[in-house]
Nanobody, 124 residues
Framework: HVQLVESGGGSVQIGGSLRLSCSMS????????MGWFRQVPGKEREGVVG????????YYSDSVKGRFTISKDSAKKTVYLHMNDLKPEDTAMYYCASSLPPCSKLVASGYKYWGQGTQVTVSS
């Protein structure tokens, strides 16, 4: 079993930046699929980025490509979502998710473990 805890959300102005963190604990040995998702009330959960914990391809949604990046600190078992040039449409609850391979990239139903979410609000 894997536990995920997100942090780093908050309020930011248009064009600003935030860094979200996702700390993993529990049975984390081996290669995992990781993803960041976001959701606004009344809409489906949207995949933002999907990647492997041990490296390889990273998949970004078109809506964030060129603005969001991920990084990892294996020693801390933490992954980060670096969000730049934030827009009002980035406002959402952001979730970290993980699962064992095969990876579903940006498809939420393919992830087994989820964090509780952290709110990001972008405004003028």
């Amino acid at each position: 079993h894997v536990q995920l805890v997100e942090s780093g959300g908050g309020s930011v102005q248009i064009g600003g930046s935030l860094r979200l963190s996702c700390s993993m604990s529990g049975s984390t040995a081996g290669r995992f699929c990781m993803g960041w998702f976001r959701q606004v009330p009344g809409k489906e959960r949207e995949g933002v980025v999907g990647f492997y914990t041990t490296g390889g391809a990273t998949y970004y949604s078109d809506s964030v490509k060129g603005r969001f990046t991920i990084s990892k600190d294996s020693a801390k078992k933490t992954v980060y979502l670096h969000m730049n040039d934030l827009k009002p449409e980035d406002t959402a609850m952001y979730y970290c998710a993980s699962s064992l391979p095969p990876c579903s990239k940006l498809v939420a139903s393919g992830y087994k473990y989820w964090g509780q979410g952290t709110q990001v609000t972008v405004s003028s």
